[in-house]
């Protein structure tokens, strides 16, 4: 049987990608480490895309395709559209790819990839466990001594109350983490934005949707505007752009209220324009673009375990999509990000 020959190519520094690398080592893998920093591109690579040996394959890990994949490549990413609370992360599509299982340490260094400290609380973890994990996550990312005084510096000086629960912040650092690790479980917004001119959003799903949105929109008139996004979705989750919002958009933006919610439901027969094809086939290419497929999993840290887990079998087909991993499923369920 012949065994695939596997190259790695490591993304922006983290806690995650710093396990990553210890992981590859542990197991003699061939990669390539250029120890960059968040929004690290697929073109720092180019040279050593042209020495790929023949017949192995490479394996990409969390960088931006400013260039394209080579043929046959794997790609490992857990930001845009494959972020999500349900969806693994960099870490564990690495395991899943070598077959291996994650130590209780680094569940605990996915789980804070996806969910920052409320993903490792998720996971029971004691207070010591998180302080270590996000003092090795700040260090993997860059943040030095000085970067930590000027977020203390940040925290004491810089902050703008806006709405109920929102604070704008003009940091004094651009290492984000620094600043957020300290007002961490204090406001439900938080906008800052760095001296390099970017501006981050670290809140509600609801929140980045609604980013993602406006941020599309202005793309039409302005493409080079660039915009990313991810995380603990559709719950939690992160925006950056290098095109900042004002004050005045984002207070908007927090103080915006629903008037109210519906839920519409009615009974209706659908008939695809091809007969012989499956409905619920058709259903993703009908959707278009900007929606997210789903599906319930009761062992991804999700909220709804004990309740999913009271209900008999036949009541869990009509609550969750996808729920005993049946693919001829009646009941679907798609996030618009």
């Not at 490479?58 to 043929?71: A, G, K, M, R, S």
Request: hydrophobic share 35%; glycine share 10%.
């Amino acid at each position: 049987m012949r065994i695939t020959q596997y190259v790695f190519f490591l993304g922006g520094g983290d806690a995650e990608m710093a396990e990553i690398r210890s992981v590859l080592c542990s197991r003699n893998m061939a990669f390539h480490d250029r120890r960059l920093s968040w929004g690290a591109k697929l073109s720092a690579y180019a040279d050593e895309m042209g020495r790929l040996p023949d017949g192995a394959t490479p394996v990409f890990i969390e960088l931006i395709p400013d260039i394209p994949f080579p043929d046959g490549a794997v790609v490992i990413d857990h930001h845009g559209e494959r972020a999500g609370r349900d969806e693994p992360t960099a870490l564990g599509q690495v395991a899943d790819l070598l077959d291996i299982r994650l130590n209780r340490r680094q569940q605990l260094i996915s789980a804070n990839d996806r969910g920052h400290i409320r993903g490792m609380e998720a996971m029971g973890a004691t207070p010591d466990e998180i302080m270590e994990i996000r003092a090795l996550d700040r260090k993997a990312q860059g943040v030095t001594e000085e970067d930590e005084r000027l977020a203390q510096e940040t925290v004491e000086k810089c902050l703008e109350i806006v709405g109920p629960s929102g604070v704008i912040i003009h940091s004094l650092t651009n290492r984000t983490s620094a600043v957020t690790d300290r007002i961490y479980g204090q406001f439900r917004h938080i906008f800052i934005y760095t001296p390099d001119g970017q501006m981050h959003y670290f809140g509600t799903g609801h929140m980045v949707g609604q980013l993602r949105k406006c941020y599309e929109k202005f793309q039409g008139t302005n493409p080079s505007a660039e915009f990313w996004f991810g995380v603990d979705l559709p719950d939690y989750g992160f925006f950056g752009t290098d095109t900042p919002l004002d004050k005045e958009e984002i207070q908007e933006m927090t103080q915006r209220k629903s008037c109210s919610h519906h839920l519409f439901m009615f009974p209706f027969t659908v008939t695809p324009k091809d007969r012989a094809a499956d409905f619920m086939e058709t259903v993703p290419s009908a959707l278009g673009s900007g929606w997210l497929a789903k599906a319930f999993d009761p062992t991804a840290g999700n909220p709804g375990y004990s309740e999913y887990f009271y209900f008999h079998h036949f009541v869990r087909d009509a609550l969750y999509s996808g729920a005993d991993g049946d693919d001829d499923f009646p009941l679907m369920k798609y996030l618009y990000l």
